[in-house]
């Protein structure tokens, strides 16, 4: 199996900087062991204008053998020729996208420790393929790189014989991607796609491969068209995998908004800049809310559930009052974002211990959330369908069960003081509704009261009094310590 990836440069921006994203001396060939073989890196060329590296995988076919997968795709177990001679050694499969995983681990994480600011630059990117399965045709191909921002996708099909052209194509193609991307972006597809096309897996299917899944796909997965063929087929077709990974793409697609887009008009206002003469933000107004309410509570182990980019973490740090403060998103994009507005690297080992952030999702539950003082859901429940609600209210109310849980949403009332807001529109395309006032009443009593909580309301910035607050907020507190539950409680990690 074997792979290059070529890029161009300029003296001031080499292209022999792709040694130190790939972590690999352009001067030496290196090998590295892998469970199936032998993986070889070298630099074919090497030049301040130009410099390709390519990885060679050699496997050993008695190895696949010994570990059960030598096998030909749909052969018998006793059939010992095929297990011997088939296209695993000369393929780019899953062997293949595992190697890529050990051999360039760091570059697939976007790290490089020399010349940090490397891996977040997009480069001229040339990857050629010479071997592919491709079970779906040079379409399939197509349909999943194209919309992953290639300038160009040449996919060619390998004919099975070129002394009998009449025997046709064969399912292998060669392909060439060409655009401008960052590696580490470009590797991670690289590392999804090479199964999905090839539509096998060489290993036994775990439920960790879809937080391996969601890791590669980060910032393209969720928004890919073709998302649920991928999913599907890199998880073996495992339905139940499957069903879950497909839910928490949905989720990463709700809690993500790309910064071309237009913000939530409750945020419109940039609060980093000088607002003397301009209203006081909605989101600043709301964190004020929040933290009041908190104080109030006398929390001082707190949940910011949905916690985006980490503008609440970032508030509840510079209170001392705050002793161990948990963030927890989705979207692995906005984690990384709340880390570096953090600064958590260069964070001193004392305030860094009071302070984590965690990946995961309120549709399950999780057992890293319970016995916390309070949790916070800043604007996260317009962003699931009503019908998912109930997943999240028993991970939050009932499985995590804080003695005090804060809920703010928009009320819908106040969109029509919303000038530039059509009639009829949310503030935001990813809200799946906004809530009258009455309507968050009646879900937040009805919540309070399945699950032993009082609440109480309050307006977060300016109470109109013909359509209330463009934010509306609950304050939940518990009333008894346990509640009854009956059969149908999910367990520890299911969907509600």
Known sequence: MFLTISTTGTAEHPATDLGFLLHKHPGKAQ??????????????EATEQRCTAALLLEVDPVALVRRGQGKGRGQAPDAALAQYVNDRPYAASSLFAVALGGVLRSALKGQCTARPELPEQARPLRIEIPALPARGGAALVHRLFDPLGWASVTVSPVVLDERFPEWGDSRYVRLVLEGELRLAEALRQL????????????????PDEVDKLLRAGDGWLAAHPEN???TARYLARHKRLTQVALERLELVRLAEVDGSEVEELDNAVDETKDTEERPVPLAVHRREAVLAALR??????????????GQLVQALLKDPAYTEIVGMDVSVRALNTAARRLGLERMGERQRSRVRLLQGSLAYTDKRLAGYDAAVLSEVIEHLDVERLPALEYAVFGSARPRTVLVTTPNVEYNVRWETLPAGHVRHGDHRFEWTRAEFRTWAGRVAERYGYGVEFAPVGEDDPEVGPPTQMAVFTTTITTITTTNDTPKEGEAA
């Open 31 to 44: 090998t590295f062991s892998t469970s199936h073989g032998t993986a070889h890196v070298f630099y074919p």
């Open 191 to 206: 590392y999804v796609l090479l199964p999905v096309l090839d539509d096998a897996k060489h290993y036994w299917i775990a």
């Open 228 to 230: 649920a063929t991928i």
């Open 296 to 309: 109030a509570a006398g929390a001082a182990r707190v949940l910011d559930l949905g916690c985006g980019q």
